[in-house]
């Protein structure tokens, strides 16, 4: 196989740029490993690695700021059969953080080379995640108070399953790239280098100095022992091909007629664990039923074992519009969180109206026809409570009919709790 | 007559899979989650794909990679998402890549309420990007537009190959409704222009005609090249002022200049109407009983709902405020699409109602205000 590099455009880094050998080696390995431009999309990222995908022949992805990643990752999981690189500095690498954690933790078949050459080159040698504490750079005594990072024992406990350590002069960096690209899962090869440009105007790093400083690191080498597991992309699709498609949205058919006309507003006022959204949802599947339109609004605290929950139904045989209720027909005040939320309503509402409370529910006054349920003393636990006005309703002819709200039930819930949601429904009447 | 029951974050999904949507990637977010939670339950079995990103930055990253993979795509999050995107959202305007893009909006500033709706985001959707060329906004009022609108905006994301926003807004997307799915207007569903197979492939090359450049898939026979910098029709770097230019014309006519192909919206026309009630999205519940009932009465008010809030369809609006003496803007904001009217509408009154403390804007508020002008 032939060079992928495109002769139109060689590489412009400033002379002794260690980018330069690993742009070399990158080529030679697709090279070995027999790819065609097409096979294979390189990912760059933003800086002077940031060139990267354009001094190839192959598909390219140029992104913002440490994002290659997710792009990567994107990539991947549409066309599975694209070999993807990504190219990255240590600028990348630490502004984008969170998607290299993400990644190891993933461990999708992408691989990641971190040209590192301890500052920012592009913006004028700032420190990084990397600089040497030791390092002068472009960002005055900052980094000499803050600890560069090891990328490899980084990825590493963020669970990356291949992690190699080089330096960009390496006669058989190569061969460590195609071993990595070869690696089934995410590899990871931080590969140190000189930046002439900036970092060793004022520092001194060479290739013997970088081969004597990662002697003395903690080895990385390839794979992770402890991190060897399945690779993302085939493990998503074995449990994708698992997963049952949900069905299609239910539809009700209407079949009984509605004991009233026109827009009929209800508002179920209890707390978390009375079973009030469930209860709102019933109240409009059995409009429904009858072939009237239904809106449902609930409000309930973001900690859901917990507070009030309210439930605002609109039942009505024209279109609804407004989906706010002005002057509930029926309110079912089953808690006081529930009935404190919504206090301004009971002032509002009129003498037509029909309350049913609970007996330990204090009402704000009104004007409205009150109905006490004493819920304890008819042995219904809370949780049904929210239902067992439903019926109460039903019951009387109010909004839903017995046929309506049992057919309701039936949509709603199977075997077991269908028995027992009908029986107490029976209970009510009686 | 049968009926399904469903909130509009379900019906946004239903609308993603009609379109033939195979990649969602997203962040979970009150009120946008149950987006999510519907397209994980739906796409895996598919074939499709639906992540969870480590945040939102990831999950428009994943999906830029998925969409320029070939895949139709789509995420969705709310205000403090739409914020993250930022950068996202530039890209996919700059390098014209076709992502759907649902901002369930909640009470803002800042994180602001969680479970409460407003339309606060109607102008930072429109600027939030850098460079600020023009995007693409649909405004849903209910759970049979968010089925529609989000059909729509599939087809105008690869139709025009950029990202399209879906504006809903809590007290839709979270408010379970009635609709029969059997009668939707359903608008044909568009697939994205390729390449003419045989020729050399230009990346962001427009054939005769054409404003928008055809398609080919990363992974593509022929290569493809996509940046996030200013780049020619080759897709590499270039500092020719001349191409430049013409980009940004093209990207920005390629929009503007198609808004009468797109212009989507509902109203309660009425003979030598006095007032013109202008509004959108949730607010077009409220405005809707108030104008029927005031029509109802002989009043000569009439009732325009945009669904198409970008770009602005000045035509329209032209046509529909010709005549009037008095246009009234209602949104769940403290003025923000007002901005465009009055520009519009600049020889005449122009009064606003608004609100922004989490509750819907009442009718008796709306008649207040026609009834007293
Ligand atoms: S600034 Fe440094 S990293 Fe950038 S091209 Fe020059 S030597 Fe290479």
């Not at chain 1, 960002?139 to 980084?154: A, H, R, T, W, Y």
């Amino acid at each position: 196989m032939d060079s992928l590099l495109n002769p139109q455009r060689p590489p412009v880094f400033c002379p002794g740029c260690a980018h330069d050998q690993v742009t070399k080696a990158l080529d030679k390995a697709l090279i070995n490993m027999n790819l065609a431009g097409n096979q294979v999309v390189l990912v760059s990222d933003i800086g002077c690695s940031g060139l990267f995908d354009t001094f190839f022949n192959t598909h390219a992805f140029h992104g913002l700021h440490g994002r290659a990643l997710t792009y990567a990752t994107g990539l991947k999981m549409t066309r599975p059969e694209l070999t993807v690189i990504v190219t990255m500095g240590d600028g990348g690498l630490g502004i984008g953080g969170a998607h290299l954690l993400s990644t190891c933790r993933r461990n999708i078949d992408l691989t990641l080379l971190v040209l590192n050459n301890f500052n920012y080159g592009m913006t004028g040698g700032q420190c990084s995640s990397t600089t040497p504490q030791e390092a002068t750079v472009g960002s005055g005594f900052l980094n000499q108070i803050e600890k560069p990072m090891d990328v490899c024992k980084v990825a590493q406990a963020a669970g990356a399953a291949y992690t190699a350590r080089s330096s960009a002069y390496r006669k058989n960096l190569p061969e460590a790239i195609e071993q990595a690209i070869r690696f089934n899962g995410f590899s990871l090869i931080d590969i140190w280098g000189v930046c002439p440009g900036r970092y060793t105007k004022r520092n001194k790093l060479t290739p013997a100095s970088i081969e004597a400083q990662i002697s003395e690191m903690p080895p990385a080498d390839g794979p992770v022992e402890e991190n060897q597991r399945p690779e993302y992309g085939s493990s998503y699709r074995e449990k994708s091909a698992a997963q049952k498609a949900p069905s299609p949205p239910k539809t009700i058919e209407a079949r009984f007629s509605a004991p009233e006309t026109g827009r009929q507003e209800v508002m179920i006022l209890g707390s978390a664990g009375q079973r009030i959204v469930t209860a709102g949802e019933l109240l409009c599947l059995a409009g429904l039923t009858a072939g009237l339109r239904a809106t449902l609004k609930n409000d309930y605290p973001i900690t859901v074992l917990r507070g009030h929950s309210v439930s605002e139904v609109v039942l009505s045989d024209e279109e609804i519009d407004f989906t706010g209720i002005d002057s509930p027909k029926v309110v079912l005040a089953l808690a006081q969180e529930g009935v404190n939320r919504k206090k301004s309503i009971f002032g509002t509402l009129a003498d037509s109206a029909r309350v049913f409370k609970a007996r330990e529910v204090d009402l704000p006054a009104t004007a409205a026809d009150v109905v006490e349920v004493d819920f304890k003393a008819l042995g219904i636990r809370p949780p049904d409570r929210a239902l067992a006005s439903l019926a109460l309703m039903a019951g009387e002819n109010r909004v839903l009919s017995v046929e309506m709200l049992k057919k309701a039930l039936k949509t709603r819930f199977k075997g077991e709790v269908l028995e027992k949601a009908l029986a107490l429904v029976q209970k009510e009447m009686r | 007559m049968a009926l399904c029951f469903m909130e509009g974050n379900e019906a946004v999904a239903w609308g993603a899979k009609i379109a033939g949507c195979r990649f969602f990637a997203g962040y979970p977010i009150t009120p946008a989650t149950t987006i999510y939670n519907a397209m994980l339950a739906f796409l895996p079995p598919e074939g499709g794909v639906c992540l969870q990103g480590e945040d939102e930055i990831a999950s428009m990253g994943f999906c830029l990679g998925a969409s320029m993979a070939g895949a139709k795509t789509m995420t969705a999050t709310s205000g403090p998402g739409i914020s993250l995107y930022s950068e996202h959202i530039s890209f996919a305007i700059a390098s014209e890549i076709p992502l759907v893009i649902v901002d369930v909006q909640r009470l803002g500033p800042s994180t602001g309420s969680a479970t409460r709706g407003a339309d606060g985001d109607v102008q930072f959707l429109r600027w939030g990007n850098s460079g600020g060329q023009p995007v693409i906004v649909l405004a849903p009022t209910d759970v049979a537009d968010c089925v529609t609108l989000t059909v729509h905006a599939f087809n105008l994301a690869e139709t025009y190959r950029c990202p399209v926003f879906v504006a809903a807004n809590k007290e839709i997307s979270m408010t379970k409704e009635s609709i029969d799915l059997e009668k939707l207007p359903i608008p044909k569903v568009v697939n994205r222009k390729t390449a003419p197979e045989g020729e050399a492939y230009i990346p962001f090359a427009v054939s005769e005609g054409s404003r928008v450049p055809d398609f080919l898939p990363i992974g593509a026979d022929r290569l493809v090249r996509q940046t996030s910098s200013t780049h020619g029709e080759d897709g590499y770097l270039t500092v020719d002022p001349s191409t430049i230019q013409r980009f940004q014309d093209r990207r920005q006519e390629k929009i503007t200049a198609a808004v009468d192909d797109f212009t989507f919206f509902d109203e309660l026309p009425a003979q030598n109407a006095d007032i013109l009630l202008i509004t959108y999205g949730v607010t077009a519940r409220a405005a809707r009983t108030v104008v029927a009932k005031l029509q109802a009465a002989g009043e000569p008010v009439a009732l325009l709902v945009l669904k198409t809030l970008w770009p602005v369809p000045e035509a329209l609006i032209r046509q529909k405020t010709q005549g009037v003496k008095r246009v009234v803007v209602a949104e769940m904001n403290m003025g923000q699409y007002l901005h465009e009217i009055q520009r519009i509408c600049c020889d005449r009154t122009v009064d606003f109602i608004g609100t922004m403390d989490g509750n819907l804007i009442s009718p008796a508020r709306i008649e207040e205000v026609l009834s007293n002008g």
